[in-house]
């Protein structure tokens, strides 16, 4: 088993590109997430997906939008990529998105937005 | 809204014991988790507590009191490689997703 796979490992934009990162699951999770991680915020949700066929907002989903492709599948997308999205992006899944199942994350993506 | 409050730095010495707390506000609770993130990598689950009491797993043990909405994270026969942040974290039934805290970072000394 793979676990938690994201691409890419490392993005540099230009402020105002778009891009998709991609992250797909293999343990038949149901629910799927998306964090970033700044030095001293530690992890801030952006989207989640409860369920296949659902998303929802987390605490920072502005400038982002989420599509759960299929219950392996669940990408980030930026369509106007800006400085102050330089972070690193982890997803993760779980069984459930009750926190009573524990979180598996995949090994992140690194953006620098110039 | 929910909040979570941990200590951004600890620092312990090889072979010591150090207590990591966290305390929580938020409008509906399930349980209380701990990760633990290498610098570089992604964060790991370390344990779960959904109920007052403590929870042994090795060298770790996680304790949770809701009634004070408080939990803590004891590591005990520290090793350099427990140099590491840890996060706590909470999850609320009514928003059905899981806050993370800012972290703590924990330095061992030899």
């Known amino acids: 088993n793979a676990g938690v796979t994201q691409t890419p490992k490392f993005q540099v934009l230009k402020t105002g590109q778009s891009m998709t990162l991609q992250c797909a699951q293999d343990m038949n999770h149901n629910s799927m997430y998306w964090y970033r991680q700044d030095p001293g915020m530690g992890l801030r949700l952006i989207y989640y997906s409860a369920s296949e066929g659902t998303t929802d907002k987390g605490e920072v989903p502005n400038g982002y939008n989420v599509s759960r492709l299929n219950k392996r599948e669940f990408s980030l997308r930026l369509e106007s990529a800006a400085p102050s999205q330089t972070s690193v992006y982890f997803c993760?899944?779980?069984?459930?998105?009750?926190?009573?199942?524990?979180?598996?994350f995949g090994p992140g993506t690194r953006l620098t937005v110039t | 809204g929910q909040s979570l409050e941990q200590p951004s730095e600890v620092t312990a010495v090889e072979g010591a014991i150090v207590q990591i707390n966290c305390t929580y506000q938020t409008s509906g609770f399930y349980g209380l988790s701990w990760y633990q993130q290498h610098d570089g990598g992604a964060p790991t689950f370390l344990s779960y507590?959904?109920?007052?009491g403590l929870e042994e797993t090795g060298r770790f043990s996680s304790f949770l009191s809701r009634s004070d909405s408080y939990g803590y994270l004891l590591l005990q026969e520290l090793q350099m490689k427990d140099s590491a942040s840890y996060f706590c974290?909470?999850?609320?039934?009514?928003?059905?997703?899981?806050?993370f805290g800012k972290g703590t970072r924990l330095h061992i000394l030899p």
């Open positions: 507590n959904a109920l007052d």
């Open positions: 974290a909470v999850s609320d039934p009514r928003d059905d997703k899981i806050i």
């Open positions: 993760a899944s779980s069984e459930d998105s009750s926190g009573s199942y524990e979180q598996y």
